[in-house]
């Protein structure tokens, strides 16, 4: 494979710090902890793609921590507007593909603890499904999901990765943050 087509198949999230494409940039083909090196802000994002779906979660906070945001392949010229956020992104992260199976453990107490509810496709209500959305940890055995704070896929989102989370306090979130609904991450999405 030529360098040309490699560098078509892969990746890319490019984020400038002006409106519209303009001012400093910085190209990222993988995850970054920490962009404040990089870009002191940014105003317009274009996620890049070859043959694959290019899909990103962008955070207000270095460490992927703080309030974040779903972005796929597209151009957002004028972010700011388009989400409501302010001029601060400090870390990115890439969201790989998934193909196969997914299953999640919910639970109301930390550390795996209380009432545990199990889930394997999308939930647009957790109050009309489980009767309760104030969930303080998860086990994601497989796939990936987007957490909301509200129902019907809307309001503030989480990224939720495999792997186990055993307080959802430690992460940013605060303790005001209620599940409200919860989707899969698949292509073709939103």
Request: charged share 25%.
């Amino acid at each position: 494979m030529g360098q040309g087509q490699e560098k078509s198949l892969r990746k890319s999230i490019v984020f400038y710090e002006d409106k519209n494409f303009q001012g400093r940039s910085y190209e990222c083909d993988a995850d970054c902890p920490d962009m404040h090196p990089h870009v002191s802000r940014c105003n317009s994002v274009r996620v890049e793609s070859g043959c694959w779906s290019g899909n990103f979660m962008v955070y207000d906070r270095p460490n992927f921590l703080g309030n974040q945001y779903f972005l796929r392949r597209g151009e957002y010229s004028d972010y700011q507007r388009m989400f409501g956020w302010n001029d601060c992104v400090r870390s990115c992260r890439m969201v790989p593909m998934h193909r196969g199976s997914y299953r999640m453990r919910l639970y109301n107490r930390r550390d795996f603890g209380g009432q545990m509810m199990e889930l394997m496709d999308d939930c647009p209500n957790t109050m009309d499904r489980f009767h309760m959305s104030d969930f303080m940890s998860c086990n994601v055995m497989d796939g990936h999901w987007l957490m909301y704070d509200q129902p019907n896929y809307r309001g503030r989102m989480m990224y939720m990765r495999p792997g186990e989370y055993r307080n959802f306090r430690d992460w940013g979130w605060g303790s005001n943050f209620r599940i409200g609904s919860i989707r899969r991450m698949m292509d073709g999405m939103m």
